[in-house]
């Protein structure tokens, strides 16, 4: 499979960011599915993942912030990020079927 986040930017803190990720080339609907982060000068960490029956897990810190999706027919998954803050800036990648993709830029700041 092969993973592209897209969705990434500048929002200012307490703002909204949806970040996505499209699978190709394998079968989605099959995959469970996960968002992973690294801030700078931090190692990765992974913040929320999605089984294929649609069960989430978050990372405490963003638990009530962040709500992860999936739309099989678009095989895509999505993060829908709320009341953002300056810790949430960091590259976020998605995982799944053993790959991961190239992550998209997330900056929180005013």
């Known amino acids: 499979a092969q993973l592209a986040e897209s969705g990434g930017g500048l929002v200012q803190p307490g703002g909204s960011l949806t970040i996505s990720c499209v699978v190709s080339g394998g079968t989605f609907r099959s995959l469970d599915m996960a968002w992973l982060r690294q801030a700078p000068a931090k190692p990765i960490e992974w913040i929320s993942d999605?089984?294929?029956?649609?069960?989430?897990r978050y990372l405490e810190s963003v638990k009530g912030r962040f709500t992860v999706s999936r739309d099989n027919a678009k095989n895509t998954m999505y993060l829908r990020m709320d009341n953002m803050k300056s810790d949430d800036t960091a590259k976020y990648f998605c995982?799944?079927?053993?790959?991961r993709g190239q992550g998209t830029q997330v900056t929180v700041s005013s």
């Open positions: 999605i089984t294929t029956d649609g069960v989430t």
């Open positions: 995982s799944g079927g053993g790959a």
